[in-house]
């Protein structure tokens, strides 16, 4: 690493291929105006970037005490993540189409992105994508929502 720190915050604005900057994008364009439309352009610029740094943060020092020493960390998933959450926080009752056609809740959404990323890691079947970013992603969103803004998470996203 060697005071590559930046890298935290610019892994985040690189991507694999076209199609993997595009769908970041997308969800980011979907979920993200209106996360941003809440908080307002500080907060949410704050939590974008923070969480995700964390993400990766939190990533690399797993894959490093695993043994893992050459993983090259790209895209905006880990805050993607974490911009998910803090939508379905904001809105627990709106429904998501996904494709266009299945209509879920947007805890829903987050419920069924968490249990896919965790089978993926558990399974060992997620290829090149960083699932345990994801993952942090989501982590580092609850967090912000309940030290930020003293808002739990499970009692917005479950109602109770």
Not at 129 to 153: D, E, M
Request: proline share 2%.
């Amino acid at each position: 690493m060697k005071g590559w720190v930046w890298s935290f915050i610019t892994y985040m604005f690189l991507h694999a291929d076209f199609g993997h900057v595009f769908f970041n994008m997308f969800g980011l364009f979907i979920f993200g105006v209106q996360v941003e439309r809440q908080m307002g352009s500080k907060e949410f610029l704050l939590y974008y970037l923070l969480t995700g740094a964390l993400a990766g943060v939190f990533s690399f020092i797993i894959y490093y005490v695993t043994g893992n020493h050459v993983v090259f960390l790209m895209g905006a998933s880990g805050a993607l993540y974490a911009v998910q959450l803090a939508y379905a926080v904001i809105n627990p009752n709106a429904i998501i189409y996904i494709w266009g056609i299945l209509p879920l809740r947007a805890p829903i959404m987050v419920a069924v992105f968490t249990g896919l990323s965790l089978f993926f890691i558990v399974s060992g079947r997620g290829g090149n994508v960083a699932h345990l970013t994801h993952l942090a992603g989501f982590g580092f969103g609850w967090l912000y929502f309940i030290l930020r803004f003293g808002v739990n998470p499970w009692r917005r996203l479950t109602g109770r």
